[in-house]
């Protein structure tokens, strides 16, 4: 007969799988309606531009909250949190940003960053980080409604479903010794995501988008994974966004 612990420990078990399974379903629907959503505006749609880059974003960050809020409000339980103290239950979600996270988000970018240029420019001629030609007085509306999206709220929602939630729930999952797959298998979950939602104009672009963000990916997952918070990890993929926009801002 199974003794409480056992049955806790499989409650645990289970309710952790439940996790990853919503949380991947959450990803699929965003990839499904951001790719409907896109085709629709282009279709003639959503004629507004402003709010053609409105309904994009909502596309994904709707599925993706709603994961992770349901995530989130099952492991704030009273019963899960009696379970915290067993070492198969969840890890709590931790903010936190050190000066040392910090340093480290800062190599991560600039390592990632200049992959991605010289990827560009082996494939292309061009880093793909110079103000984009424009005819007239560019729509400032829609470059700051863009760059909030971008700069702000993506990377802080998908930090907080990737790494802070699905990597973790994963890494929870496995043994010690298998561990590291949790954050490979996070990162590459997290690139499928980009180029799927992104549309890429070739294989060339498709290739670029994916080993960038899956190398953003992986060294912000192996932060989360040897410090337990996820504010660097933010912090890398704040900046990350933030130097391309800044760089490609039509001057």
């Known amino acids: 007969m199974s003794s409480a612990p056992d049955r806790t420990t499989t409650d645990v078990e289970t309710a952790r799988q439940r996790d990853l399974v919503t949380l991947l379903v959450a990803v699929g629907v965003a990839v499904v309606l951001a790719r409907f959503v896109t085709g629709f505006a282009r279709g003639g749609g959503i004629p507004a531009p402003v709010l053609q880059i409105v309904a994009a974003d909502l596309a994904v960050w709707v599925p993706l909250t709603v994961g992770a809020l349901w995530v989130l409000r099952r492991a704030s339980r009273p019963d899960m949190a009696r379970e915290a103290g067993s070492p198969t239950a969840p890890s709590r979600l931790s903010f936190g940003l050190g000066v040392g996270d910090a340093i480290a988000a800062l190599g991560i970018v600039i390592v990632c960053r200049a ?137």
């Open 115 to 251: 992959v991605d240029a010289a990827m560009s420019i082996s494939f292309f001629g061009t880093s793909g980080l110079s103000p984009a030609p424009t005819l007239g007085q560019p729509d400032v509306v829609l470059l700051v409604v863009s760059a909030i999206g971008v700069c702000v709220v993506s990377p802080v929602l998908e930090e907080v479903v990737f790494r802070g939630l699905f990597q973790r729930r994963l890494a929870d999952a496995l043994t010690p010794r298998t561990r590291f797959l949790a954050v490979l298998l996070t990162a590459i979950l997290f690139a499928l995501l980009h180029v799927l939602i992104s549309s890429p104009a070739s294989s060339l672009v498709g290739f670029e988008v994916f080993t960038t963000t899956f190398l953003l990916g992986l060294l912000t997952g192996a932060l989360v994974a040897m410090t337990g918070r996820i504010g660097g990890a933010i912090l890398a993929h704040v900046l990350f966004n933030t130097v391309a926009v800044v760089l490609t801002w039509p001057r």
